[in-house]
């Protein structure tokens, strides 16, 4: 006797949608009007092959009316993805909850606008192959996509990209680690937290002498975290005080990291600093937080922030198959908080499978 043995792989997909994502779609502007679709299945369906299959607004129309999903024309969606976006934020928030993270600021961070920033390059479709680099900044305890610069790519990752406000703390890794950047944000009233980029400028101590931070941060041990007070700039007269925090890793993650930096210095026939590899021991943090705010305390905001990067390497990863758009405030920000999404969502397929069941989805509560 046969048997069918045609799964919907839709419908498994589904099972790792947060509870209450259909009735959230109507909620939030999404699904105002059905006209031509069925359901919110379907317009998630449609906007997903755009998001996550990499397919150009035509395009994904164009398989979704083959596919039986819905016929629509490729502006009616765009119309659509922009409606979508505070949808695809709460999708994303309700996703990383389910990973056991907090959206809540602690009371310590209450007077803060915490927004967490990166760059990823776009390269275009078509014939050019232009390369683009989309610098974008997300409040870190709500997702939301506050400010986004599509630029060339010879603009580099800075935190000068940004607009800055004075209740602003601004988080980046360690490409965002260098002195105009930070100044720039001092500058207007706002307050950063970078990983420290290696030789990016001078360090002293608060005496004017020329400090080794490598030597400094060998008399770590595991799980302590120093305080360092530093000055660094060219001119003694104008050097900008700097706080560091420094947290030695375990052995095994710093192995890791090491080995991936010199693959990386092999990859592209680098010279190998070796002071910049043994610092991959260890994680160097530069803020301008004031001391009330504990070295612990800003470790820990880091490893938030470090979180939310694991969905952000996702991001990128499927960002490069996407197609941008460039002119429309509106459409980028709600693609962002689309691919963030589609991020998300990956890694609750891939956890589910590695690490929670053997089937690899989740079985609806009873």
């Known amino acids: ?42 317009l998630l369906r449609l906007l997903l092959i755009h998001l996550a299959d990499g397919c150009s607004l035509r395009e994904a129309t164009t398989r979704a ?38 959206l ?3 009371n310590w961070l209450s007077k803060y606008n915490v927004r967490t920033v990166d760059a990823s390059v ?59 950047g930070i100044r720039h944000v001092r500058k207007h009233g706002g307050h950063y937290l970078a990983r420290l980029k290696n030789k990016a400028f001078k360090i002293y101590d608060l005496k004017g002498n020329e400090i080794n931070i490598l030597e400094e941060a060998k008399k770590l041990a595991i799980a302590e975290v120093q305080d360092i007070r530093i000055a660094a700039g060219p001119k003694a007269s104008s050097r900008e005080k700097i706080r560091l925090c420094v947290i030695r890793k375990s052995d095994e993650e710093a192995e890791k990291a090491m080995k991936k930096a010199l693959k990386e210095c092999s990859k592209k026939q680098r010279k190998v600093n070796q002071e910049t590899i043994e610092l991959h021991r260890y994680i160097i943090l530069a803020t301008s937080l004031p001391s009330l705010i504990t070295a612990h305390q800003i470790a820990e905001l880091y490893r938030l922030r470090w979180q939310v990067e694991i969905a952000f390497k996702r991001l ?29 969502l990956v ?20």
């Not at 949808?87 to 928030?93: I, V």
């Not at 990863?317 to 405030?329: A, C, F, R, T, V």
């Open 122 to 180: 776009i390269t275009e479709p078509g014939s050019t192959g232009t390369d683009w680099r989309l610098h974008y900044s997300m409040k870190l305890f709500s997702l939301q996509c506050d400010h986004f610069l599509v630029s060339r790519q010879d603009v580099g990752e800075s935190f000068v990209n940004f607009q800055i406000d004075c209740r602003d703390l601004i988080i980046g890794d360690r490409a965002y680690g260098r002195l105009k």
């Open 65 to 102: 009316k083959y596919g039986g999903i819905v016929s629509i024309s490729d502006v009616a969606m765009l119309k659509r993805l922009r409606a979508s976006s505070g949808w695809f934020r709460w999708m994303a928030m309700e996703l990383l909850k389910t990973r056991g993270l907090s």
């Open 104 to 106: 809540e600021p602690p």
């Open 316 to 344: 990128k990863s499927i960002m490069g198959l996407g197609h941008l758009p460039k002119k429309d405030e509106e459409s980028a920000c709600a693609w962002l908080h689309g691919k963030l999404f589609v991020a998300l």
């Open 1 to 42: 006797m046969k048997t069918n043995t045609y799964i919907d792989e839709w419908d498994l997909v589904k099972q790792f949608f947060p509870k209450g994502w259909e009735d959230r779609a109507k909620e939030l502007g999404a699904l105002t009007r059905q006209r031509k679709f069925k359901s919110a299945s379907d």
């Open 347 to 366: 890694q609750a397929i891939v956890d589910e499978g590695t690490f929670f069941s053997p089937w690899g989805y989740p079985l609806p509560k009873q």
